[in-house]
């Protein structure tokens, strides 16, 4: 496992759950939010794909995003593909908890510097109404374009709930550590 794709809804933890891996794995990690927005607005789709095809043609990588439209420079060269594939309630709720944690200025982030109470919950595009309406239509799609990248060899990880995040995240962490003691024993001598 040395090129991981997370990706899922907002608020699932695809942020959290890459920067652990790349803590645990040594892998670096990658936003695609961040490659996608700039100061001068977004990239142009070729640049941004371009961008990506770059980072996921090295040996080792992590990379999150909600960018099926990547599919072929990402999710096609990775590994593993995790997708976090939460309940639409758990998503809402954690919106509107992180939401009202930004709008209190408890959180100083890039998206929390640029959320307004119209932008969080009231406009047509709102984080919430537009959560909701993509889990509604995204989710057949995703479904067929993760059977098409688990039809290319890539294993499949589809994680919905916190829980089996967590139990991932235990497994996952015992699998190098496992291997580096066997590695270690192998190179021990003595009696």
Known sequence: MRKIALF?????????????????????????????????GPLPLEEFRRQAAEITRRDEWI???????????VWHRADVLVWLDF??????YR?????LRQLAGRDDSAQAKRLTWRTAFFSRRSLLRTAIRKYQTNRPRYARQVSETAGLGVEIVR??????VDRWKRKTAKGPM???LQEAARHTTGP
Do not use: C, M
């Open 8 to 40: 899922g809804p907002p608020a699932t933890g695809k942020t959290t759950l890459a920067t652990w891996l790349s803590v645990q794995l040594g892998y670096p990690h990658t936003d695609l939010d961040d490659l996608l927005f700039i100061p001068g």
């Open 178 to 180: 496992e291997s580096h």
């Open 95 to 99: 919106i509107v908890r992180r939401s």
């Open 63 to 73: 990379v999150e995003g909600n960018y099926s439209k990547l599919a072929d420079v």
């Open 87 to 92: 309940p639409l309630a758990l998503i809402v």
């Open 159 to 164: 994680l919905r709930s916190p829980r089996d």
